[in-house]
């Protein structure tokens, strides 16, 4: 069918004071149809509500892709800063994403656009990340004007599925606090605290070897919110009320989630695959509505922007490609749906798109392999052609889908905490360092976006170790000929093996300390060929688990030394195609940096340990302790 094109103008109304039940007034920039005169249309409009943490009037982020879009299009569009933020009111109420007030925030803003004369009273929000977080916040509070979501890239439960994975500090997010810390209003006008936090995010890379931090002397102290948040983060391993509250923590309140049509998207090398993968499937189980879940080969932001095919060093195709272009096509064609009862057909469609990564020749074009992909579809997740299959850890560094022996011998290493093993890209977002402003150039004109780069590669590298990359160090060798990573790996495969879904990895391990880390990886290894002599080592997923976290996230439960532990490291979701000729690859170690902060090995209580020890790490493979990762294959 077609879809409407531009058949108005656009007036804008700027910095609305909105209500709020507690009398706090947020910021609202309100996009209206208008004639060519400028005077804006009577309307009524469906209207779609996009709310903030990062600077409402940010053209390229928001109004662009939003605004300038859609209301054009005959919608009223309403950006708004969340409170705390940008020019809104509440200053000092603004904790990051643990914002107590975000669920009435949203109900209140969507109740009031709904009670003015330009609304027709269907509301849908859209939005990635934080704009995503507080859709779903908003929907756990059933504003009855609220129709419809799109929900991208957006975390569900932060605990375990952004900042403390696994029980480990998830490093990104010490990062991302700089983008929320440097603009707030409580050192808006504090010149000498910015400064102080500049020069922190622009020598990013060395403040994480400052790990662990004091209260009162981290690079956030100027801004206490932010400093109470890095220390929670930092110190709170134990899942408490703190972490449970709605906002973080989707899921033990989805019953209170409105039964309104949802798209959830994310992509392979977004930190929140798996938790767009959680609210699709917990929504499901409750809901009439139609919900839709799409995962592409995409990280954080690639599905959106100028649409590119490509993600870290890899190389996914055309179909990969969906940029602004697709996205608000897609998005253009939900909204007509539900907010105007246009025939789309969305709702026929299969609620699981899912792209397949692999395929492709392999060959090198402009720096990256091809390494191809498709799309598939399903009306369920997990998919339905899917079995869960144990793929054993043999000694000698084999995988294999067969039992090991009675008598096999164990794996095992040293993990030197002043040494770990780097992080050569992975699926993170808000892993930013500025670059430094020379003297003579005055910083007042240089917006601090334009300076940030990414501190790790959000997607997939080749994993070799290399002069830009935090942690590495000369000669430069493979992860897989460190003597602190266990490689397990497949003979090259005769037949194609196809996985997607979730995967966990169930180890027995010993350690001569109270506590370590297990990391699991899971890679493609394509074959040596002219362009990639020493092979392609892709890497897929990867996760961890603290081990004082063995028994659960209730409590600590230190280990003791030498004792043979049963563990499961679970990892996010993958769709994968394996090769003929590629090999299935398991990498276990016991550090990950800077995707994760290094056990000291100690057993200190979190974020408080005074020095480092050296760790044997044991990996059982005998038939009595079989360790292996359960793949999701797919049927043939």
């Known amino acids: 069918m077609n879809l409407p094109g531009p058949t108005c103008g656009t007036v804008i109304a700027e910095n609305v004071m909105v209500p709020m039940r507690d009398g706090v007034r947020l910021a609202t920039d309100i996009y209206r149809p208008a004639a060519p005169d400028g005077t804006p249309l009577p309307g009524p409009y469906p209207t779609l509500v996009y709310r903030t943490s990062y600077d409402k009037s940010n053209a390229v982020a928001h109004i662009e892709p939003v605004a300038r879009f859609f209301t054009p299009r005959g919608y009223v569009c309403l950006l708004q800063d969340l409170r705390g933020r940008g020019r809104s009111e509440g200053k000092g109420q603004y904790f990051h994403v643990a914002n107590i007030n975000e669920g009435r925030d949203g109900y209140d803003t969507i109740e009031w656009a709904a009670a003015q004369p330009w609304c027709n009273g269907r509301i849908g929000m859209l939005g990635s990340s934080h704009m995503g977080i507080v859709q779903n916040a908003a929907a756990m509070e059933r504003p009855p004007h609220l129709k419809a979501l799109w929900v991208d890239v957006a975390p569900t439960k932060f605990f375990d599925g952004c900042a403390r994975e696994g029980g480990a500090q998830a490093l990104h997010m010490f990062g991302a606090l700089f983008l929320h810390g440097f603009d707030a209003q409580e050192i808006r006008d504090d010149m000498a605290a910015r400064k102080r936090l500049e020069t922190a995010v622009e020598t990013l890379r060395d403040q994480l070897y400052r790990i662990p931090f004091k209260p009162g002397h981290t690079p956030l102290t100027p801004n206490p919110n932010f400093e109470e948040l890095l220390l929670r983060y930092q110190c709170n391993g134990v899942e408490d009320d703190w972490w449970r509250m709605p906002v973080m923590n989707l899921h033990p309140h989805i019953k209170r989630f409105a039964d309104i049509p949802v798209i959830l998207s994310s992509g392979w090398y977004d930190p929140f695959a798996l938790d767009m993968a959680r609210e699709f499937v917990d929504l499901v189980k409750q809901n009439k509505s139609t919900t839709q879940l799409l995962l592409g080969p995409w990280n954080h932001g690639s599905m959106k922007g ?91 560094g084999r995988l294999e889908p067969e039992e090991p022996s009675a008598e096999a011998e164990p794996a095992r290493w040293v993990h030197d905490p002043e040494h770990p093993v780097p992080t050569l890209g992975a699926a993170v977002t808000g892993f930013y360092e500025w670059s430094k402003v020379p003297d003579d150039v005055d910083r007042r004109y240089i917006h601090p976006r334009g300076r940030m780069r990414t501190l790790v590669p959000d997607g997939p590298l080749h994993q070799k170790e290399r002069p830009d990359q935090v942690g590495c160090r000369a000669p430069w060798p493979l992860l897989a000929e460190r003597p602190d990573v266990m490689v397990f790996q497949t003979e090259p495969l005769k037949a194609a093996v196809e996985i997607a879904g979730n995967m966990e990895a169930r180890l027995w391990v010993s350690s001569s300390q109270p506590d370590t880390d297990i990391t699991v990886k899971l890679l493609d290894v394509h074959p040596a060929s002219l362009d990639y002599p020493d092979s392609f080592h892709m890497p897929l997923v990867d996760s961890i688990l603290r081990l004082r976290f063995h028994g659960g996230f209730d409590k600590e439960r230190l280990l003791e030394p030498g004792k043979a532990y049963a563990i499961t490291v679970r990892l996010p979701p993958v769709a994968n195609l394996f090769a003929t000729g590629h090999r299935i690859r398991v990498d276990i170690a016991s550090s990950n940096f800077p995707r994760f902060d290094i056990n000291p090995g100690t057993g200190e209580p979190l974020g408080c340990h005074t020095h480092t020890v050296k760790t044997h790490n044991t990996l059982w493979l005998d038939r009595a302790r079989p360790s292996h990762i359960v793949l999701p294959i797919r049927k043939a």
């Open 306 to 396: 100028d649409g590119a095919s490509h993600v870290g060093e890899v190389e996914f195709g055309p179909e990969a490609a969906w940029g602004n272009a697709v996205y608000n096509r897609e998005r253009l064609r939900w909204f007509e749906r539900w907010l105007r009862d246009v025939p789309t057909g969305v709702e026929n469609e299969p609620p699981v798109r899912v792209f397949v990564m692999g395929g492709g020749d392999g060959k090198k074009s402009q720096g990256r392999i091809n390494h191809g992909g498709r799309w598939i579809e399903a009306r369920t997740w997990p998919l339905p052609d899917v079995t869960p299959t144990p793929w054993y850890l043999i000694s000698g």
